[in-house]
């Protein structure tokens, strides 16, 4: 288990022993107030290390998941709560995102196009889903 967001100075260690969940992915959580979502945005998942966001209408300064489908594991920050999320087998990674995605529900638009016969929202694939990534239907978008 990499424990990636937990491993560095300065950054709570977990804050109680880990379980494993109902799809057999190994949780391990921490509190730690006085960040954001942006802290994992820019670093402790940032894209350069594998992570990907895993878009959902909840996302907020106070809220953001992403998803790393090299390792198989996933990091939820909740106001302050983080939680981090591994599985042993791709298999039970592949259950798991599939409970996020029952969870959280349809992906908001990666973003709208507005032209002068009207708004066009564009949807990307999330992290584990076939089809376009939002940053490749941005340059597509942008004629890139």
């Not at 937990?6 to 880990?18: I, K, T, Y």
């Not at 379980?19 to 945005?41: A, K, L, M, Q």
Request: proline share 8%.
């Amino acid at each position: 288990m990499s424990n990636a967001p937990f491993n560095s100075p300065g950054f709570a260690r977990p804050d109680s022993a880990p379980e494993t969940n109902d799809n057999g992915c190994v949780e391990t959580r921490t509190f730690h107030p006085s960040i954001d979502r942006y802290v994992f945005d820019f670093k402790r998942c940032d894209a350069s290390d594998g992570w990907e966001c895993y878009d959902s209408d909840q996302d907020a300064s106070y809220f953001g998941t992403w998803v790393r489908m090299e390792t198989w594991e996933t990091v939820t920050y909740v106001e302050g709560d983080i939680t981090h999320v591994q599985a042993p087998t791709e298999e039970v990674f592949r259950a798991e995102l599939a409970s996020m995605a029952a969870f959280y529900g349809s992906p908001p638009p990666a973003f709208r196009v507005i032209t002068a016969e009207g708004v066009t929202e564009v949807y990307a694939a999330r992290p584990g889903e076939d089809g376009p990534k939002a940053k490749d239907l941005l340059a597509a978008a942008l004629g890139d």
